[in-house]
């Protein structure tokens, strides 16, 4: 089973991808780690990326997907596999699906675990930490709240939300990655393959909803 992950902030992407790896017992390909995985052996595509990575330049694409055709064409990655990180463009995606029609193979779902925005920012903006660094306990206002309003249970510190915590920039971080996205979700939902999941409830949940889908039969039309 070849599988995209995409998610935005917040929607647990990574605790997800854990856990269908340990389902399926297939490997996680992410692009930073494998570029700098190639970099770490030398081989010819991460020779390549180094000059650039050197050059403090971005590594064209190109040269990503030629690391990406290497690792999906090893042994491990035959029974399937889950990108994380990759595609983020439409080229992207196309070149993608030229490696792996080589390789005789396809992506089969792309799993797109959309967040819940006003539970996000319910979430996020609710947190509140302790100032003493020795501490620095974390409260939820709403979920987790101190005994005592701005005051931590544990020391007494004084309580302070974080900067990324605010309302504004949760929600600009969402439009960001919903904007960077629509075009890839464009692209394959012309190909019939993106598969949403509702990033709401908790990690079981949104587990058992991604599972159920991937586990659906499939019409013999081929949709
Ligand atoms: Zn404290």
Same mark, same amino acid.
């Given at each position: 089973?070849?599988?995209?992950?995409?998610?935005?902030?917040?929607?647990?992407?990574?605790?997800?991808?854990?856990?269908?790896?340990?389902?399926?017992?297939?490997?996680?390909?992410?692009?930073?780690?494998?570029?700098?995985?190639?970099?770490? #052996?030398?081989?010819?595509?991460?020779?390549?990326?180094?000059?650039?990575?050197?050059?403090?330049?971005? =590594?064209?694409?190109? =040269?990503?997907?030629?690391?990406?055709? @290497? *690792?999906?064409?090893?042994? +491990?990655?035959?029974?399937?596999?889950?990108?994380?990180?990759?595609? *983020?463009? /439409?080229?992207?995606?196309?070149?993608?699906?030229?490696?792996?029609?080589?390789?005789?193979?396809?992506? +089969?779902? =792309?799993?797109?675990?959309?967040?819940? #925005?006003?539970?996000?920012?319910?979430?996020?903006?609710?947190?509140?930490? !302790?100032?003493?660094?020795? !501490?620095?306990?974390?409260?939820?206002?709403?979920?987790?709240?101190?005994?005592?309003?701005?005051?931590? @249970?544990? !020391?007494?510190?004084?309580?302070?939300?974080?900067? +990324? +915590?605010?309302?504004?920039?949760?929600?600009?971080?969402?439009?960001?990655?919903?904007?960077?996205?629509?075009?890839?979700?464009?692209?394959?939902?012309?190909?019939?393959?993106? *598969?949403?999941?509702?990033? /709401?409830?908790?990690?079981? @949940?949104?587990?058992n909803q991604?599972v159920g889908i991937?586990a659906?039969?499939?019409?013999? !039309?081929?949709?």
């Open positions: 089973m070849n599988l995209i992950l995409l998610g935005g902030p917040g929607a647990g992407k990574g605790t997800q991808a854990k856990k269908l790896i340990d389902l399926y017992h297939i490997p996680q390909v992410s692009t930073g780690d494998i570029l700098r995985a190639a970099v770490k #052996e030398g081989t010819e595509m991460g020779r390549k990326a180094k000059e650039f990575m050197d050059a403090g330049k971005l =590594v064209p694409d190109e =040269v990503v997907i030629g690391i990406i055709k @290497d *690792r999906l064409a090893q042994a +491990d990655a035959k029974k399937g596999f889950i990108l994380d990180g990759f595609p *983020r463009t /439409v080229p992207q995606a196309e070149a993608l699906d030229k490696v792996l029609a080589g390789l005789g193979t396809k992506i +089969d779902h =792309v799993v797109s675990i959309d967040v819940d #925005e006003e539970a996000l920012v319910t979430r996020l903006t609710g947190r509140r930490t !302790c100032k003493n660094a020795a !501490c620095g306990q974390m409260f939820h206002v709403k979920f987790t709240p101190p005994k005592k309003a701005g005051i931590c @249970d544990k !020391c007494g510190g004084e309580l302070y939300q974080r900067d +990324d +915590d605010n309302e504004t920039t949760v929600r600009n971080r969402l439009a960001t990655y919903n904007q960077a996205t629509a075009p890839l979700i464009g692209y394959y939902t012309q190909k019939g393959l993106v *598969r949403p999941i509702k990033g /709401v409830g908790s990690i079981d @949940d949104i587990f991604i991937l659906a039969p499939k019409c013999s !039309c081929g949709a």
